[in-house]
């Protein structure tokens, strides 16, 4: 980077702090409680976070062994926690920490001992995505598991109701369930799950998301949250829990970026035979397959049945240099790749897959003089929503000198922002990620540009998110 970017960066800082992206924080954690000798399922939900797959790690203080770490993306992960038997009962505080990063939620859990006084643990089982037949009221013993409630009674003879309620962060009260526990006796632990209630409810406040799961199959992307009270016969709470599942609904959030053009076009030439392959996703365990595309061969069905070229799994990042000790690309031959990735869906896990792009090395591969790399300026940015970001194509020649170029822009997602010809980037209304692409002779290279609220639209939204939860009228 410039001095003068690195000038300037200070200024802003300096000057507007109140723009600033916000600091990592945990937004969600659940379950709330446990008892010693139990092993936990744990949900974390962050904001800013950068979560990553064999990099963060959780501590939630002496007594509790947490025994796995998946991370789902960089903002969302679950756990596998053991509680010893020997645990102190008391209010813990969660540290997750990443690299340099360290985020913590204080008195998130509590080690509870049973008898004191009514409990209740909610667990969910995390998933990305929720189908709209995950909560048919009229046959709920065929829905999938979603969370697990467990109901300690304290010293004393009770009559208890469990309410569930459902909600989402933009459209508010979905639905609630009720179970009923009569005579429950003193000391007793009762554990359901979300298809064993007594009476199902699909709140008629909610028709807008229900209207938009009926047109896709699937609930709308966002924040779910799940909330468990407990009453008395005489209607007092007397124990709650609540949690989140964060939902991304991410069926086809692998955007192949390059080589290559899709199937419907003309395979894009590229000079190269060690090509640097890019993709766009917020996925974050992918597969790469490399193909030859044999004479007559034009569908992807086809092409991906034959042996691959090359493969590789368990990708994390989002690009790949062909290595040199993989089988030699040949000029004049015609290659196609894909990048598959797994996703964790309330059906059981499913394969997405990216789109086929094809590509064909060129005659002159490998002698002369052409672009060797590309790569864009800066790397990564925040921008707010409505607002510009120029960025800037850099071309370098087979001995590392650049050259100029001339580049083709684009966005992923298109709804994201737009681009115009000279790298001026034009965020989006909504918040959330884009790849900045620039496209020059057969090469491909882009920025991610985050898109977060302006300061007044973060405001409202802050204050209609708080409505929301601290408005929610339950029925009781």
């Given at each position: 980077?410039?001095?003068?970017?690195?000038?300037?960066?200070?200024?802003?800082?300096?000057?507007?702090?109140?723009?600033?992206?916000?600091?990592?924080?945990?937004?969600?954690?659940?379950?709330?409680?446990?008892?010693?000798?139990?092993?936990?399922?744990?949900?974390?939900?962050?904001?800013?976070?950068?979560?990553?797959?064999?990099?963060?790690?959780?501590?939630?203080?002496?007594?509790?062994?947490?025994?796995?770490?998946?991370?789902?993306?960089?903002?969302?992960?679950?756990?596998?926690?053991?509680?010893?038997?020997?645990?102190?009962?008391?209010?813990?505080?969660?540290?997750?920490?990443?690299?340099?990063?360290?985020?913590?939620?204080?008195?998130?859990?509590?080690?509870?001992?049973?008898?004191?006084?009514?409990?209740?643990?909610?667990?969910?089982?995390?998933?990305?995505?929720?189908?709209?037949?995950?909560?048919?009221?009229?046959?709920?013993?065929?829905?999938?598991?979603?969370?697990t409630i467990t109901?300690?009674?304290?010293?004393?003879?009770?009559?208890?109701?469990?309410?569930?309620?459902?909600?989402?962060?933009?459209?508010?009260?979905?639905?609630?369930?009720?179970?009923?526990?009569?005579?429950?006796?003193?000391?007793?632990?009762?554990?359901?799950?979300?298809?064993?209630?007594?009476?199902?409810?699909?709140?008629?406040?909610?028709?807008?998301?229900?209207?938009?799961?009926?047109?896709?199959?699937?609930?709308?992307?966002?924040?779910?949250?799940?909330?468990?009270?407990?009453?008395?016969?005489?209607?007092?709470?007397?124990?709650?829990?609540?949690?989140?599942?964060?939902?991304?609904?991410?069926?086809?959030?692998?955007?192949?970026?390059?080589?290559?053009?899709?199937?419907?076009?003309?395979?894009?030439?590229?000079?190269?035979?060690?090509?640097?392959?890019?993709?766009?996703?917020?996925?974050?365990?992918?597969?790469?397959?490399?193909?030859?595309?044999?004479?007559?061969?034009?569908?992807?069905?086809?092409?991906?049945?034959?042996?691959?070229?090359?493969?590789?799994s368990g990708l994390?990042?989002?690009?790949?240099?062909?290595?040199?000790?993989?089988?030699?690309?040949?000029?004049?031959?015609?290659?196609?790749?894909?990048?598959?990735?797994?996703?964790?869906?309330?059906?059981?896990?499913?394969?997405?897959?990216?789109?086929?792009?094809?590509?064909?090395?060129?005659?002159?591969?490998?002698?002369?003089?052409?672009?060797?790399?590309?790569?864009?300026?800066?790397?990564?940015?925040?921008?707010?929503?409505?607002?510009?970001?120029?960025?800037?194509?850099?071309?370098?020649?087979?001995?590392?000198?650049?050259?100029?170029?001339?580049?083709?822009?684009?966005?992923?997602?298109?709804?994201?922002?737009?681009?115009?010809?000279?790298?001026?980037?034009?965020?989006?209304?909504?918040?959330?990620?884009?790849?900045?692409?620039?496209?020059?002779?057969?090469?491909?290279?882009?920025?991610?540009?985050?898109?977060?609220?302006?300061?007044?639209?973060?405001?409202?939204?802050?204050?209609?998110?708080?409505?929301?939860?601290?408005?929610?009228?339950?029925?009781?």
């Amino acid at each position: 980077m410039s001095h003068f970017y690195h000038s300037s960066l200070l200024a802003f800082i300096l000057i507007f702090p109140l723009f600033l992206k916000a600091q990592p924080e945990i937004i969600s954690f659940a379950p709330s409680a446990g008892v010693p000798g139990e092993t936990i399922n744990l949900a974390v939900a962050g904001a800013g976070t950068n979560f990553q797959q064999g990099q963060t790690v959780l501590d939630l203080g002496p007594g509790i062994s947490v025994l796995d770490v998946q991370v789902h993306h960089a903002q969302y992960l679950t756990a596998l926690a053991q509680i010893d038997e020997s645990a102190t009962a008391g209010v813990r505080d969660l540290t997750v920490t990443t690299g340099n990063e360290v985020v913590s939620l204080p008195q998130a859990f509590e080690i509870i001992e049973p008898g004191g006084s009514v409990n209740v643990i909610l667990t969910i089982i995390p998933v990305q995505t929720l189908y709209l037949s995950d909560f048919d009221p009229n046959d709920p013993a065929n829905n999938p598991l979603l969370f697990t409630i467990t109901l300690y009674n304290d010293n004393q003879q009770r009559n208890l109701r469990v309410q569930y309620a459902l909600s989402n962060d933009e459209f508010g009260l979905i639905g609630t369930a009720d179970k009923f526990f009569n005579n429950l006796p003193p000391l007793a632990v009762e554990t359901f799950d979300n298809r064993q209630f007594d009476e199902y409810d699909l709140d008629p406040a909610s028709p807008e998301l229900l209207n938009i799961a009926a047109s896709t199959g699937v609930m709308p992307a966002g924040t779910y949250t799940y909330t468990v009270t407990v009453y008395d016969e005489n209607g007092n709470v007397v124990a709650q829990d609540e949690g989140v599942n964060v939902i991304t609904n991410e069926n086809t959030v692998i955007d192949l970026i390059g080589p290559g053009t899709p199937l419907d076009q003309n395979p894009e030439v590229t000079p190269i035979t060690t090509p640097f392959f890019q993709w766009f996703s917020t996925l974050n365990n992918f597969h790469f397959a490399l193909y030859e595309v044999n004479e007559g061969q034009q569908s992807a069905n086809d092409i991906t049945a034959n042996l691959p070229v090359y493969e590789e799994s368990g990708l994390s990042a989002t690009f790949l240099q062909y290595p040199i000790s993989a089988e030699m690309l040949e000029a004049g031959r015609t290659y196609a790749w894909q990048i598959t990735a797994p996703l964790e869906g309330s059906q059981g896990t499913q394969t997405v897959y990216s789109p086929v792009y094809w590509f064909e090395v060129g005659d002159g591969a490998g002698t002369g003089y052409h672009l060797s790399s590309l790569e864009v300026s800066p790397e990564v940015v925040n921008v707010r929503t409505g607002r510009g970001y120029q960025f800037e194509a850099i071309g370098y020649d087979q001995n590392g000198q650049p050259v100029t170029v001339n580049c083709n822009w684009s966005v992923i997602p298109s709804t994201a922002g737009t681009v115009n010809s000279s790298g001026l980037f034009t965020a989006g209304s909504h918040p959330g990620a884009a790849a900045v692409v620039a496209s020059c002779g057969g090469l491909q290279a882009y920025a991610t540009a985050t898109i977060t609220w302006g300061v007044t639209d973060q405001f409202f939204d802050v204050e209609k998110l708080f409505d929301k939860v601290f408005g929610l009228q339950q029925k009781n």
